[in-house]
């Protein structure tokens, strides 16, 4: 059985980047078993069940762990010290209404919800500043790897060059179809159709690649973006799927902490 949660870079003490996966936890039904968003209609104890096994995972207070309510939005949170002393209802509504997170503090997590959408992690060794962005298909549109990305560079002085991104667990182009509407949004937005899109009976569209071609675009070197390469669809045991489980269901938290 795969592990509750799946690392990848993690050298040694400068930085821990992970997704939950569907195990290890106390969740119920749609949400089983390891579900640490408080946005799903999850039991209250079992969120903070899940998110005390994470946070013991990844050595992190559980207090630290950040986590957005996204709209498929491209506003971004920036985590300061002095949002670190607010309360947790006034983080909380800070949280609200974001789909992208940046930070520089150390030993503080922070990370984004998908269930087949994108979730990217930014981590600058240079500059020691860390990022996760949560990119749907109207997020990808939208192109807020890019926002993140420059927004980095202005909070931090971070150099596309250097940056190293993550391409976590999400729905594959295989099974990523969609309707002809979604297919004009991406071709009015600029993207190169033929690389991203496929026809079978419907358009296909390969959401990973259209993230991973916009941090190209800015700089990032392709050999500095890992891709999981984890298709959430077909390994919907293993990762909660929106497109399997249809409603009710839990999410994957994609994340990155400085140590």
Not at 10 to 20: H, P
Not at 199 to 213: A, T
Request: glycine content about 6%.
């Amino acid at each position: 059985m795969i592990k509750p949660v799946l690392h990848y870079f993690n050298l040694a003490d400068e930085v821990v980047s992970f997704s939950t996966t569907r195990h290890g936890g106390v969740s119920k039904g749609q949400l089983a078993t390891l579900n640490i968003n408080p946005h799903r209609g999850d039991e209250p104890s079992a969120v903070a069940e899940n998110l005390q096994a994470v946070a013991a995972e990844i050595g992190v207070e559980a207090d630290k762990i950040i986590r957005l309510h996204q709209i498929h939005e491209t506003h971004c949170l920036t985590v300061t010290d002095d949002f670190l002393q607010l309360s947790a209802a006034e983080q909380y509504e800070m949280e609200e209404g974001k789909d992208a997170v940046v930070t520089d503090c150390r030993n503080v997590c922070i990370g984004v919800h998908t269930a087949d959408c994108v979730p990217v992690l930014f981590y600058d060794p240079v500059h020691r500043a860390i990022g996760a962005a949560h990119a749907g298909w109207r997020g990808t549109v939208k192109r807020i790897v890019q926002h993140m990305l420059r927004k980095m560079t202005k909070l931090y002085g971070t150099d596309p060059k250097e940056l190293k991104a993550v391409v976590g667990p999400c729905i594959s182009q295989k099974n990523f179809e969609v309707g002809q509407e979604v297919y004009d949004a991406f071709a009015a937005a600029g993207f190169p159709m033929e690389r991203i899109a496929r026809m079978y009976e419907k358009w296909h569209i390969d959401l990973p690649l259209c993230n991973q071609l916009q941090l190209e675009e800015l700089g990032v070197p392709s050999a500095n973006i890992l891709q999981s390469a984890i298709c959430t669809y077909d390994n919907a045991s293993d990762f909660f799927s929106a497109r399997i489980l249809k409603e009710g269901f839990g999410t994957i938290y994609t994340g990155i902490a400085l140590k």
